[in-house]
């Protein structure tokens, strides 16, 4: 990688994607928590005098469709508009589901596409999983029942998971030097941030539905910013030593660095 470069332009891309994934992601592990958050029931509103806790009681002793009539602007169906009212009352415990099936999704996922990558290469792995991840994205964005929401949290940590480990798979065979250990942290660097920005923004946005949407936004850039993304050189290297040197040249046009031969390529796989 050092003749080509392994610290240049092409690496700095990679990394920025890299740190889209991260970010993302860390977005939506630690937003579950405020999704589907129901606003309490205010029984002031028509004319019962109860504070917030017996208000609460006194609403969930009610049928479901009366429930609308307790809320501040009280919408025509309980379903799109107000999916927070799935999870209160005795339904309670379906927020702590959804918030368990993202893990259930990464640990499927773990022995899943590793295999994968390994056996069909690094970048094809990585645009099927973070195309489970947008799928999952889209069923949270447009859930109108626990099911949607399910599959769509599930997805997510199946796809997502898979797509933040196979960074470092392109950091360590993509990257020569320091570039390894910074790109590394760096990564993670973007999941903190991300997770300290999400219950402020969650606060201040209110419906938890429009961060979804300009997550789903970011999610598709990022499934383009794939397209650009190299196989990695290793992996290659034991599939097709023409086609790794075509991959080689590719970085080193990206930065500007003299091309590799052949010859330079199978003694490389020789001494390997």
Avoid at 98 to 104: E, P, V
Avoid at 107 to 125: E, S
Wanted: net charge negative; proline share 4%.
């Amino acid at each position: 990688m050092d003749k080509v470069g392994g610290q240049g332009l092409y690496q700095w891309y990679a990394f920025m994607v890299f740190n889209a994934h991260w970010f993302v992601l860390g977005w939506f592990l630690l937003g579950i928590g405020f999704y589907f958050e129901a606003k309490p029931f205010d029984c002031k509103a028509v004319g019962v005098d109860l504070d917030e806790a017996a208000c609460q009681e006194f609403v969930c002793t009610l049928p479901e469709g009366d429930w609308k009539h307790f809320l501040p602007n009280p919408p025509n169906t309980m379903a799109y508009e107000w999916p927070e009212y799935w999870m209160v009352c005795s339904n309670e415990y379906i927020k702590s589901i959804l918030q368990s099936l993202i893990a259930l999704g990464s640990c499927i996922g773990f022995f899943i596409f590793p295999y994968y990558a390994d056996n069909k290469g690094r970048k094809i792995t990585m645009v099927v999983a973070w195309g489970f991840f947008t799928v999952g994205v889209v069923f949270t964005a447009l859930a109108n029942g626990p099911w949607m929401a399910g599959i769509g949290q599930f997805l997510m940590g199946f796809g997502g998971n898979a797509a933040i480990t196979l960074d470092f798979s392109f950091i360590n065979e993509q990257c020569s030097g320091k570039a390894r250990q910074y790109f590394s942290i760096g990564v993670q660097m973007f999941f903190a941030i991300s997770e300290c920005l999400v219950g402020y923004v969650l606060y201040w946005m209110q419906n938890w539905r429009y961060t979804v949407y300009i997550m789903l936004g970011a999610t598709v850039l990022v499934n383009i910013s794939h397209y650009f993304l190299i196989e990695t050189p290793k992996y290659m290297m034991s599939k097709d030593l023409p086609k790794t040197v075509e991959l080689f040249n590719r970085i080193a046009k990206i930065n500007r660095r003299p091309e590799v031969t052949y010859d330079e390529v199978l003694e490389v796989y020789e001494k390997e």
